[in-house]
């Protein structure tokens, strides 16, 4: 379980396709600190720790594996060499929940349509199809590329729905949300919450 806040970026230094794909990731994390088997969300994605170590430089890089389900319902080309990835690590009990509650389990991807300035924070403005469009409401919670955040307006169009985020400096600087441009795409985890209610409300009707 994850909260939503990053606490590193880390860098793909390998990525090699046998059977799963087989991925080091450099951090700045102190890699003597996480266990084999420990869950670090990256990019919004659950994985598990199965080698760590240090680089040449002292550097530490941790190793994952993601499945081909994984690779198939995350953006296109974020398992490359060379890709930065928001980082997080497994909420310990007793730990701040800072923003809310995120299992790392990609439910869709967004697009981005538009981003602009606003003072010393940046709004962006995505599109989601109408599969995810009942799980994205204002001033409710909303995972992108494993940060947490609150959505503004959400706007129905047609066959697609529009929905924005106001990004703080902060978040800005300490993310990969910086590099955004548009008909870029992220990952989408809804809120957990709705994700039940949803289920509930299925079960209701049917019966």
């Not at 003597?32 to 760590?52: H, N, Q």
């Not at 040449?56 to 930065?84: H, I, L, N, Y």
Request: aromatic share 4%.
């Amino acid at each position: 379980m994850f909260t939503g806040i990053v606490t590193d970026i880390g860098i793909i230094t390998s990525a090699r396709q046998q059977g799963d794909l087989h991925l080091r990731i450099s951090c700045g994390y102190d890699v003597a600190t996480i266990a084999l088997g420990a869950s670090i969300a990256c990019s919004g994605v659950c994985l598990t720790v199965v080698d760590k170590g240090t680089d040449e430089s002292g550097r530490g890089w941790f190793a994952v594996e993601a499945s081909a389900e994984t690779v198939r319902r995350t953006t296109p080309g974020m398992w490359a060499e060379g890709k930065r990835l928001n980082l997080e690590r497994a909420l310990k009990l007793g730990d701040e929940l800072g923003g809310h509650i995120v299992t790392g389990h990609v439910d869709g991807i967004a697009t981005v349509a538009e981003c602009r300035t606003e003072g010393e924070s940046h709004r962006i403005m995505f599109t989601v199809t109408a599969e995810l469009a009942p799980f994205i409401a204002p001033k409710g919670s909303v995972t992108l590329d494993g940060v947490s955040l609150t959505v503004n307006e959400v706007e129905d169009r047609d066959d697609l729905t529009r929905f924005s985020v106001n990004i703080i400096a902060h978040t800005w600087d300490v993310t990969t949300l910086n590099r955004l441009a548009e008909a870029e795409q992220v990952n989408v985890e809804i809120d957990v919450l709705t994700r039940y209610l949803a289920r509930l409300r299925e079960r209701v009707a049917a019966s």
